[in-house]
């Protein structure tokens, strides 16, 4: 059985999607751009912040706009309720299953830190993780594979006794680029395509019975 599980954190563990496109829509309206569906912003996901707003803006992507934009952004986001981000069904449940088989767990996400660490606290206060990777200006972010191994790292163990759980084709990228096995849970943002990875989860409660053969 493994002794790390890594998780990705939207689409993953939280359904936060629909708070983060309302917000979204908000700072586009403040500049006159058109808003987005929830289907377009899901097919812009994978890379961090950065990338997804260049990607939303398009033509309007200019060096002044992006910044401009992502703060605006940032501002409306972190200043809203969420109220509509909430763990997926079975999630806390799945992990406090993995905590009580002594497996390290871990969270490898392009959303900030600080934001992952309050949504961590709020639903999951009483699981143990060992270490939360969030996105930092100053580091890679997914699919580079350096967050995954300073967990690695931290956990004391190899990347043959750790997996990283995601719901998308950057998830199946990083865990590459890292050389450890993949979970993709098909109940987040991905698409056909990223179900073709060798293990594909239909159901939450699944990894830590799929855990237990690897």
């Given at each position: 059985m493994k002794k790390l599980a890594i998780f990705d954190f939207d689409g993953t563990l939280f359904d936060s999607v629909d708070d983060v496109v309302k917000s979204f829509n908000?700072?586009?309206?403040?500049?006159?751009f058109p808003t987005?569906?929830?289907?377009e912003y899901i097919g812009k996901l994978g890379g961090n912040i950065d990338e997804i707003v260049s990607l939303m803006l398009k033509d309007n992507a200019t060096p002044e706009n992006l910044e401009s934009f992502k703060n605006t952004y940032l501002k409306i986001y972190y200043g809203s309720k969420k109220e509509n981000s909430i763990p997926f069904p079975?999630?806390?449940e799945t992990l406090k299953e993995l905590e009580s088989r002594n497996v390290f767990l871990a969270i490898n996400s392009n959303r900030?830190?600080?934001?992952?660490?309050?949504f961590v606290e709020k639903f999951f206060g009483d699981v143990d993780f060992l270490s939360i990777e969030g996105h930092d200006f100053d580091i890679p972010t997914k699919p580079s594979p350096e967050g995954i191994n300073r967990i690695?790292?931290?956990?004391?163990?190899?990347?043959?006794?750790s997996i990283f759980i995601g719901d998308s084709s950057t998830d199946i990228e990083t865990a590459k680029?890292?050389?450890?096995d993949c979970l993709i849970v098909k109940w987040g943002y991905g698409n056909e395509k990223d179900f073709e990875n060798d293990y594909v989860l239909e159901d939450i409660g699944e990894i830590s019975e799929i855990l237990k053969y690897f």
């Open positions: 908000e700072a586009l309206t403040v500049y006159g987005v569906t929830r289907e079975g999630t806390y900030f830190t600080d934001s992952i660490e309050s690695i790292e931290k956990a004391g163990v190899c990347a043959e006794d680029n890292a050389g450890i």
